[in-house]
């Protein structure tokens, strides 16, 4: 923990204060909660990360980036998963902090929801692992280097040994293990965590932080979580007994703010804090591994997994994923609309000059007008739109043709075309080895630039490889032979012509229309009535209208040359 954050807490605090609570002394029940815990691996951790190797491990140093390195690999031994993707599309432990991307990077991995009902949510099990930089203008001989055993080489050994309990369980949570970087400069790694959303702070439901979890002479681990942690306060006073820990519970109400919970606290997510009372080796260079007590990590570690499995099991989800109509067809709630950022034509911010907010608002208004059905709008982080509709988040995705080809499962998804002239196919040898989404991923495709199928494959992650083509053929472009062209992609009626010419080729469907809006495949109900609605907006001309006003009359007049090529056929 770091000492200066301590008098503003104290000051803004001061008045939360809750008594100490005692152990119920209830019979404890035999429980497959609480798991034993090797206090011995706790002990080698906590020497290892305190070390004299990683010189206090301050987070601008070459030594906190190894620290962060070896602790990702303990979690990847533990069976954990990279969670976050880095700019470079692929999934890393090592997450930056944006604002000071040379400092040692957060530890960010998980354990992904495996159980019958995953929710989408997660529960935070963190620790930071930064320390002190060595002591400048030591004596000769002086000891100079900041070990931090208990502060926090204990924590973050302590969150090593609940991934490690933890690597078979499935749960409908994610659990999500963190250490944080620059605690002691601040809470930089948390800040960073919180308003960078490195995860969606609307599905974080708990966090369990452990600060100095190794040296209290009475046995009775510090628990703070104050009135906003309280969710998570009840559900380890209740099981503590099982473990058996002796527990006091919020007597620190200080030290909310003091370590890295301060920063869930502050933007309404249950956290809670176990640590110990400042001891002599607090903050000096004496804070060594051998006065570590192994044995109150391991108990403090194993109380976490007991907490976090009980949570998992008991929590509500947040987010209503029940039905939105009621069995007699009248809406229940509205439907939640996702937007991501403004995307012009498609959405815009409206001003006081101009109501106007792009093509897909416009249809979402004509579609509640014809259907009678109510619609809110959410915002969702960009590129978090298929795991918000997959959390109950949000019901609806609109614009949302490249998810609808990027994640197929039609067992949790379901499209609902806005205008049918023009999605998404690959078009593929009949005998070549190409012939679903999954297999084009290595191939080499060739598109006209500027076509959807080109904005498709550069939404794809990472992009799959292409070239581009002006070729005069329409929408049709180059040529398909076997070992040097496997698929093309292309408009699915303009595939669905070439066809007609070509005994050679067969066509798979990627997605539906260009405009799509994507729900949850249980909302059939919802997704019947908005196609029923779009297919009146197309009889009666005003998709052509709305189509026209914000796309031009070129996009529309190849729009209905296709359909009516469709409709003939
Ligand atoms: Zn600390």
Redesign the pocket.
């Known amino acids: 923990?770091p000492r200066t954050l301590l008098l503003c807490a104290l000051l803004a605090l001061a008045s939360a204060s809750g008594p100490a609570r005692a152990i119920d002394d209830a019979a404890p029940k035999p429980s497959t909660t609480i798991p034993r815990i090797d206090p011995e691996a706790i002990r080698a951790d906590i020497a290892t990360l305190a070390s004299d190797d990683f010189k206090g491990r301050s987070f601008r140093s070459e030594e906190a980036r190894r620290a962060a390195q070896w602790i990702a690999d303990e979690l990847a031994a533990a069976g954990a998963k990279p969670l976050v993707k880095g700019t470079d599309g692929t999934a890393s432990m090592l997450v930056p902090i944006g604002r000071m991307p040379t400092a040692a990077p957060n530890v960010v991995a998980w354990i992904p929801p495996a159980g019958k009902n995953p929710s989408g949510e997660y529960i935070l099990v963190t620790a930071?692992y930064d320390h002190l930089p060595p002591k400048s203008g030591a004596k000769e001989g002086e000891d100079a280097i900041y070990n931090g055993a208990d502060?926090?080489a204990s924590g973050v050994s302590g969150m090593i040994a609940v991934a490690n309990a933890m690597r078979a369980d499935a749960l409908d949570v994610g659990v999500v293990f963190v250490a944080f970087t620059g605690?002691?400069a601040g809470l930089v790694g948390s800040r960073a965590f919180v308003e960078e959303e490195t995860v969606p702070l609307a599905r974080i439901r708990g966090v369990f932080n452990m600060?100095?979890i190794s040296r209290q002479p009475d046995g009775a681990i510090r628990l703070d979580g104050g009135p906003k942690g309280k969710p998570l306060v009840d559900i380890l006073v209740r099981i503590a007994p099982e473990v058996p820990i002796e527990m006091k519970v919020d007597t620190h109400p200080d030290w909310l703010d003091r370590?890295d919970q301060g920063a869930f606290l502050r933007v309404g997510i249950p956290a809670v804090l176990f640590s110990c009372e400042d001891h002599e080796d607090y903050h000096q260079v004496s804070d060594h591994a051998d006065k570590a007590d192994p044995v109150l990590a391991a108990k403090v570690s194993a109380l976490v997994v007991g907490a976090v499995r009980t949570y998992a099991r008991e929590m509500q989800p947040r987010f209503d994923r029940s039905p939105i109509l009621a069995e007699d067809g009248t809406q229940r709630r509205a439907i939640r609309v996702g937007r991501t950022m403004p995307n012009a034509p498609y959405w815009k911010p409206a001003t006081r000059r101009s109501p106007d907010r792009g093509l897909d608002a416009a249809i979402l208004d004509e579609l509640a007008k014809r259907t009678g059905l109510r619609v809110e709008e959410k915002s969702v982080p960009v590129g978090g739109e298929l795991a918000a509709l997959e959390a109950g988040e949000i019901d609806l995705v609109a614009n949302g043709w490249n998810m609808a080809a990027a994640a197929p499962d039609p067992t949790k998804f379901r499209a609902v075309e806005l205008f049918t002239s023009s999605g998404i196919a690959a078009l593929v040898a009949k005998e070549g080895p190409t012939a679903d989404l999954a297999t084009l991923a290595g191939k080499r495709i060739v598109v006209r630039p500027g076509t959807v199928a080109e904005t498709w494959i550069l939404a794809q992650d990472p992009p799959i490889a292409h070239t581009t083509s002006t070729e005069p053929d329409g929408a049709i472009v180059g040529r398909i032979e076997k070992g040097e062209l496997d698929a093309y992609l292309c408009d699915t009626l303009a595939a669905r012509a070439r066809l007609e010419r070509s005994t050679s080729l067969k066509v798979v469907a990627l997605a539906t229309g260009e405009n799509a809006f994507l729900l949850r495949a249980a909302d059939s109900a919802i997704s019947e009535r908005l196609s029923a609605a779009l297919a009146s907006c197309a009889t009666d001309g005003t998709a052509r209208t709305l189509r026209t006003k914000y796309l031009g009359e070129e996009a529309t007049k190849e729009a209905t040359k296709e359909a009516t090529k469709e409709a003939t056929k």
Do not use: F, Y
């Open positions: 923990m930071h502060d926090n605690e002691e600060d100095m370590s």
